[in-house]
């Protein structure tokens, strides 16, 4: 066959947001999907995708797929693959996908263009460079399969165009050969570090601190303001990492994902990793020394300065405003 | 343990990146180049099982002639030797590309651990050290935080996603990719760098790996993103631009 197989995830027993995603981006490139569901009990994943007006449904089932390991993975859809034959392989660009599409799309000889944020005519996909301060245009050439995996929010989650009434597609079932001896890792349970006692997904204002700051020594400049606005400080990874906040105060995509009504981003340049976790918020303040800084682009209001001059003049205005 | 650390030279994080000519590429002349991060990280995790197990270090790089004093800075941390794969078209290259060029390189050194950070800074794909451990027929673990020897093997800490994280056994050889923040970097001693100019640090010609360098995926052009939002910004003095704000979140944003 041709056509585009999307392979989704499951996020708690269900299919995740980032899934419906990818198939409305393969749906761009191809009439003729195919949602392909993955693991030891698929029944449920697979009625929920079918849903959705897609040409059908694959549900992949062995013992050996649960839990997630990247070889049992790439063995499992490296079989189906050769026996579909798709043009494109389209997945969500999750933690999980990051950790096994890259060897499954060199089991065909390609490489798989990551993290995909747009689609034009040919078809080009368009990529992050430079942590967001340029974008790639990528041009598959190989003569196998094109992988790609699309970024969290670059496309719609809702389908377009679904016509009403459409007739449900046709769920069939892929048995791979996989044995026990072929899988090499072995995953343990997952785990939290400690209960988390600052619920960042629930805070009306954030102000959020970056590497600008410098030094551990310069953040009660942040705390100042946070605390004229009534906001939980939050901050990107590198501060965290440095021990200078803890780690439950991290807004990202390994840290929490927020949308409060104000997010002012201090000294933070807006990797991609950052912006995931914080471009839903109503209102995005950015205050930033340089005026090229990728979180200008999710910005609606903007301050490009000296973070160590504009922070505390804020802080002031805001108490003289009260 | 012999641990090889595959690490990456990127432009410095706050060097001002401009589309170069070709349009094809960025404007390399003025730029200052540093460690990935994530790399160094990874190179940090094998220093310290080194000093907790014994064994060698090699830290192993693709790029051009400028790759050489990453390299060196690598060494003066405490790698033992370095090799240097000599490349000048590492840019048109594809992540299953470059990554041959470094299985090729590892292969003949034949380590117990692989070590590489999870991403660059500069391209950002990801996926080189997961199609190392293809190529090399090993098995992987990405995002990885520490690593403990285990008698078989090894077992290291995984994150996943909004602040879960798993332990993850494996035997060896492996190659791990390395998340950022789980040691403390080091910085190079003045006898670290004094010491670094006698280690080996041996080169490569990419043409000698025999790796092929035809992209699958080709990086057709480098353009700026286009805005989504219309972003306004406040000017004037950090006073006035600061009173201004607040103002436009009172008055037309209302969130305050």
Redesign the interface.
């Known amino acids: 066959m041709s056509g585009v197989l999307v392979i989704c995830e499951e996020r708690a027993g269900r299919i995740g947001r980032t899934s419906w995603e990818a198939l409305t981006a393969g749906q761009r490139l191809n009439d003729a999907v195919t949602a392909v569901v993955i693991g030891a009990q698929t029944e449920s994943l697979a009625a929920e995708v079918a849903a959705r007006p897609l040409g059908k449904v694959i549900r992949v089932e062995h013992t050996l797929l649960a839990p997630y390991t990247?070889?049992g993975f790439t063995l499992a859809l490296e079989q189906l693959i050769r026996a579909e034959k798709p043009d494109y392989v389209v997945f969500p660009h999750?933690?999980q996908v990051?950790?096994?599409a890259?060897?499954l799309?060199?089991?065909f000889?390609?490489?798989?263009?990551?993290?995909v944020i747009g689609m034009a005519e040919g078809p080009?996909f368009a990529?992050?460079?430079?942590?967001?301060?340029?974008?790639?245009?990528?041009?598959?050439?190989?003569n196998?399969p094109c992988f790609l995996s699309v970024q969290a929010g670059a496309f719609p989650a809702e389908a377009a165009g679904a016509a009403a009434g459409a007739a449900s597609p046709a769920i069939s079932n892929f048995a791979p050969t996989l044995d026990a001896a072929q899988i090499?890792?072995?995953?343990?349970?997952?785990?939290?570090?400690s209960a988390?006692t600052v619920d960042l997904g629930s805070a009306q204002?954030i102000v959020s601190v970056g590497?600008g700051i410098k030094d551990a020594a310069n953040l009660p400049l942040v705390q100042d303001l946070a605390a004229a606005?009534g906001a939980e400080l939050a901050a990107s990874?590198?501060i965290?990492?440095a021990?200078w906040l803890p780690?439950?105060r991290q807004v990202g995509?390994?840290?929490?994902?927020v949308a409060p009504?104000?997010y002012v981003a201090v000294g933070i340049s807006g990797a991609?990793q950052h912006l995931v976790g914080m471009k839903g918020s109503?209102?995005i303040?950015?205050i930033n020394k340089?005026?090229?800084a990728?979180i200008?682009?999710?910005?609606?209001?903007?301050?490009?300065?000296?973070l160590f001059?504009?922070v505390?003049?804020?802080t002031?205005?805001?108490k003289a405003?009260q | 343990m012999k641990i090889l650390v595959a690490i990456k030279q990127v432009p410095e994080r706050d060097a001002p990146v401009r589309i170069g000519a070709s349009g094809k590429w960025i404007e390399e002349a003025d730029l200052q180049f540093a460690l990935n991060e994530p790399d160094a990280y990874a190179l940090e995790e094998a220093l310290q099982l080194k000093d907790k197990h014994g064994g060698e270090v090699v830290a192993v790089s693709a790029g051009p002639e400028r790759v050489g004093s990453t390299l060196r800075e690598a060494l003066a941390k405490g790698a033992d030797r370095a090799i240097h794969i000599v490349c000048d078209d590492l840019g048109e290259r594809d992540a299953l590309g470059v990554a041959r060029l470094l299985a090729g390189a590892i292969k003949p050194e034949d380590p117990d651990l692989v070590l590489t950070g999870l991403q660059s800074e500069d391209l950002g794909h990801g996926q080189t050290g997961v199609i190392v451990a293809e190529l090399l027929g090993l098995p992987h673990a990405t995002l990885i935080l520490h690593v403990e020897k285990t008698e078989t093997g090894i077992k290291a800490k995984r994150e996943m996603e909004e602040g879960w994280f798993q332990f993850i056994e494996t035997s060896t050889p492996a190659v791990l990719t390395m998340q950022s923040g789980g040691n403390k970097l080091r910085y190079a001693t003045l006898m670290g760098i004094k010491r670094a100019k006698t280690k080996e640090m041996r080169q490569i010609a990419a043409a000698e790996l025999g790796a092929d360098a035809t992209p699958t995926a080709v990086l057709e052009s480098i353009v700026l993103p286009q805005k989504k939002k219309s972003t306004q910004m406040l000017s004037g003095s950090p006073k006035e631009a600061a009173a201004a704000l607040v103002e436009k979140l009172k008055a037309e944003a209302r969130v305050l």
């Open positions: 990247g070889d999750t933690y990051r950790d096994y890259p060897a799309a060199a089991r000889g390609q490489s798989l263009i990551g993290d080009v990529r992050q460079l430079m942590q967001g301060r340029l974008h790639g245009q990528y041009r598959p050439s190989g196998g090499r890792t072995r995953p343990g349970e997952p785990f939290r570090e988390q204002r590497r606005l990874r590198p965290c990492d021990g780690m439950e995509s390994s840290g929490q994902t009504r104000l991609i109503q209102c303040v950015a340089d005026v090229e990728p200008f682009e999710v910005a609606d209001y903007g301050i490009s300065g000296d001059e504009v505390p003049a804020l002031e205005a805001l405003a």
